[in-house]
């Protein structure tokens, strides 16, 4: 096989995989999808608001989880019941 042959074809792979990656993170970028029969559809992406809203009941559940990781209480039954206590919070929210 030609030397030529076989970097003209590593090439065009090459220059083929390049241009799926660049599509795919485009698409990823925007919210386009192309589901298995090659349909392509658009999804609808969270407003600001909402993902704000998310982000800060997030902050507000890994507050609570630190608190409980770094209870200081020293009687053991005393910090088993706080720890209840916090968990039944969390599933409230």
């Not at 083929?16 to 698409?27: F, G, I, Q, V, W």
């Not at 559809?41 to 608001?49: F, I, K, L, N, T």
């Amino acid at each position: 096989m030609d030397k030529w042959l076989v970097i003209m074809v590593l090439g065009s792979v090459a220059i083929t995989s390049l241009a799926r990656l660049l599509r795919a993170k485009h698409d990823a970028q925007y919210g386009i999808v192309t589901d298995r029969k090659g349909r392509v559809q658009m999804v609808a992406q969270p407003a600001d608001s909402e993902l704000q809203h998310e982000v800060e009941t997030l902050r507000e559940r890994i507050k609570v989880l630190e608190r409980i990781a770094t209870d200081a209480n020293s009687s053991q039954g005393r910090h088993t019941n706080n720890l209840s206590a916090e968990i039944e919070s969390l599933r409230d929210r």
